[in-house]
């Protein structure tokens, strides 16, 4: 039995040089399983470790690309996850680090017009206007704020509770640096400020 051992071994340095030396195309094969693998366990994370989880295969995904940059699957991939930042970070009004990745995105997939259309959304959403705020009007819930300005960034809000009433501020920027915001009661849109009040349009339905 001792001399068989010591046969393969030999026999296995001559082969191959050493032992459990993959070939090339072998070797980029398991990493690319070990980066879907990744992915995979992300619906399986548990509540609140999703976005480790997300986060670990976004860099196992970068890392291979690194490494092997003309991996098809590899660069769809990629430009599938830059597409999904970009949207998770514009459902967060963050809309400066969306353009980002919408940009990058589109250098993967130039012709998606989908991609597009969001990347005109986030440019526009980046900076209130007063011709945006002046088409609100009294009574729209946040929702419906949200479908026509977007969120506002985080940390970008108020909220005060009294006498039984609620009231919330939602604050924007302007593209000259200052800041416009819209205002709530109890839920429902009450009024806007641009620079100085600004006058809702009353007609406009929802």
Not at 38 to 55: D, F, M, T, V, Y
Not at 104 to 112: R, V
């Amino acid at each position: 039995m001792r001399k068989i051992t010591l046969l393969l071994l030999f026999s296995c340095g001559l082969a191959a040089g050493a032992c459990g030396r993959l070939p090339l195309e072998d070797q980029i094969h398991r990493e690319w399983r070990g980066v879907l693998e990744l992915k995979s366990r992300i619906a399986e994370a548990p509540a609140g470790g999703e976005a480790e989880a997300r986060q670990r295969h976004a860099d196992a995904l970068t890392g291979f690309i690194q490494r092997h940059p003309s991996h098809a699957r590899a660069r769809d991939a990629y430009g599938e996850l830059e597409l999904e930042f970009a949207r998770m970070l514009a459902a967060r009004g963050r809309y400066d680090e969306a353009v980002r990745y919408y940009r990058s995105a589109l250098d993967s997939d130039p012709a998606n017009e989908t991609i597009h259309a969001e990347l005109e959304q986030a440019e526009r959403r980046r900076f209130v206007t007063a011709d945006a705020l002046s088409l609100l009007r009294p009574g729209m819930t946040r929702e419906q704020v949200v479908e026509r300005l977007g969120r506002p960034l985080p940390g970008w809000s108020r909220r005060l509770d009294r006498n039984s009433k609620t009231t919330e501020s939602w604050f924007y920027r302007r593209r000259d640096g200052g800041v416009a915001g819209v205002y709530f009661r109890d839920g429902a849109l009450f009024a806007a400020d641009f620079d100085g009040p600004v006058r809702l349009d009353l007609q406009r339905g929802p």
